[in-house]
């Protein structure tokens, strides 16, 4: 086996999820993450925990959304229901076939999916902020990934396991994410008592209010790599234009050049070049999916390329991405949907986010 696979698991099981004698955790992957699912699960035997891995096969989405009907599309088997409601942590392997492989499915159908299963986005949500439940996303390196990100597979499992630091034999990596904490959690200090956040760059100028609202440090906990920090805005506190100059993806679909206007803290136009038929489907998912759940600043600076993976490309060092939809409790949002789209906002020409009247942000380069 690649010892960066196990010294990846490593990481998940002890850093990320902190795994606990007894524990119930419960890890998703396709087929093709099978070496890194052996991995975790030697690992999670080791730390005494309780292994419940879930295999996803790829393609059985598809079929569901193209040819269940109603009451199929809402149903939540007992199995992902456990996962959510009963594990103590849950990991997810993103390892895809195809990244696109519902790109012929009905919008609508997809929004109908996500509105069944906002419940449980909620519960874990609150499971989450309530310290009752440990989650984490990761990726493990497929041909489709890499060709999203127009990468050979070795290139792009190279740039993977940097990002992740497990490349390196004789590098700690715990103490990197842990020295990464720390720097974050300066920022986080600087940002506390602050109120007001403007955001300006070609086609942007945007305001918020982040006051009474708590940052969250993304040190490696809850994505892998990682390398964020984000709040979430009062909810009816949003004014002004965002242009999002990379792809917006999600459930398959790739938004192109999206553009939101935003009045009282929600979205009154939105706009795209290329499949605006599928946004504007999103942000008809129920009230909370026109309101921003999360605002948050990519300090990645070892991320230097979009990679069409919202995993790495929302931490790339000098962007912002904020979120439609949920919010995390934790961060004091209140807002509830069944969606939370990250979308990512290159500040790295041209671009300035003010805190206070503060520079924060100044042409992608952190300055406080």
Known sequence: MDPRIERLAQVLVNYSLQAEPGELVAFQGT????????????????????????????????LALKHGNDDQLQYISPVQRAAIEDAGSMLSIISETNTR???????????????????????????????????????????????????????????VYRACHVDDPDEDPVAYWQGVSAEQQRLIDWLSDKQEVEVTGPGTDLRLSIAGRAWMNADGRKNFPDGEIFTAPVED????TIRYSFPAITGGREVEDVRLTFEQGRVVKATAA???????????????????????????????????????????GGTIHIALGAGYPETGSTNESAIHWDMI????SEGRVTVDGEPFLVDGKIVV
């Open 237 to 240: 506190s949003v004014e002004g």
């Open 274 to 316: 290329r499949n605006e038929d599928f946004l504007q489907q999103m942000l008809e998912a129920d009230e909370g999916a026109r309101r921003i759940g999360e605002f948050a600043i990519g300090t990645n600076y070892g991320i230097d390329r979009f990679t069409r993976n919202i995993l790495f490309d929302e931490k790339i």
């Open 31 to 62: 087929p093709l993450a099978t070496p890194l699912v052996l991995a975790l699960t030697r690992e999670l035997l080791a730390a005494g925990a309780y292994p419940m891995p879930l295999v996803s096969i790829p393609g059985v989405d598809e």
């Open 345 to 348: 906002c290159d500040l790295r």
């Open 101 to 159: 492989r519902l790109t012929g499915v009905d919008p609508a159908r997809q929004r109908f999916v996500a509105e069944a299963r906002r419940e449980l986005t909620q519960t874990m949500l609150e499971r989450s902020a309530a310290g009752e439940l440990d989650w984490c996303v990761t990726l493990f390196p497929t041909e489709a990934h890499a060709q999203d990100a127009d990468m050979s597979l070795s290139d792009f499992a190279d740039f």
